[in-house]
């Protein structure tokens, strides 16, 4: 079965700092990459997603990159505010009879200084 | 507003009790999960079911069990609770979209403690 790997697993940045995420998945025929932000105490939400289709897509100040040939995908955020202090969660399924059964990473707690 | 309902915010229980945890949506999705949350693991999907009556099993199906009797309600059930399985856990409802890429809707999760 697929397997998703996230790094780092916390990460600590200052206000107005770029802050980068990274994940590998292991199988080739995923072909849906979503990410989830979940703040403290409530659900995890989807926040950006990209297809294999697709090498990068934007949402503001968050960006998410593919590289399908290295099978890692990247979230990128920019100009980080208190409020982007969360979990973050990457997440790789595949098509057909996958019924959209979603692997997700480790996770990475990231912490914006004011 | 709420869609996804999860009927047990904390539960505390003893070594070898049955628990069922609850979950409600009330979206008309096909698809419903289960997944445990532990720091450090990440999300592990444990079950998931893609109709009425049908389930799979996910990555860590063992020491559990899953029922979908109705469309809006999937139950997750511990036939002999360890203290292994004390976690945090999160239902999630999905539409069936064919390329898979379906956007999980998550409950506010069910923590449970076993003693």
């Known amino acids: 079965g697929e397997n998703v790997e996230q790094h780092p697993s916390t990460l600590s940045v200052q206000e107005g700092d770029s802050a980068v995420i990274k994940c590998t998945y292991s199988?080739?025929?995923?072909?849906?990459f979503p990410w989830y932000k979940q703040e403290l105490g409530k659900r995890p939400q989807l926040i950006i997603d990209?297809?294999?289709?697709?090498g990068e897509k934007k949402d503001q100040r968050i960006a998410v990159t593919l590289n399908k040939t290295a099978k890692h995908f990247s979230l990128h955020i920019t100009e980080t505010q208190p409020e982007d202090s969360a979990v973050y969660f990457c997440?790789?399924?595949?098509?057909?009879?996958?019924?959209?059964?979603?692997?997700f990473g480790q996770g990475t707690i990231l912490t914006v200084h004011p | 507003d709420v869609k996804v309902t999860q009927s047990s915010r904390y539960l505390v229980k003893r070594t070898g009790e049955k628990v069922f945890l609850e979950c409600v949506q009330d979206?008309?999705?096909?698809?419903m999960f289960w997944y445990r949350q532990d720091p450090g693991l990440g999300l592990r999907l444990i079950y998931f079911?893609?109709?009425?009556?049908?389930?799979e099993k996910g990555d860590i199906p063992e020491g559990y069990s899953v029922s979908r009797e109705k469309k809006e309600r999937f139950s997750l059930i511990l036939e002999s609770a360890s203290t292994n399985q004390t976690s945090m856990y999160l239902c999630?409802?999905?539409?069936?979209?064919?390329?898979?890429?379906?956007?999980?809707?998550f409950g506010a999760g069910s923590r449970l403690t076993v003693l």
């Open positions: 199988d080739s025929a995923s072909n849906y």
């Open positions: 079911s893609y109709d009425v009556k049908m389930k």
């Open positions: 979206m008309d999705h096909e698809n």
């Open positions: 999630a409802s999905s539409e069936q979209v064919p390329s898979g890429a379906n956007v999980l809707t």
């Open positions: 990209i297809r294999s289709n697709v």
């Open positions: 997440a790789a399924s595949g098509g057909g009879t996958s019924y959209g059964k979603l692997t």
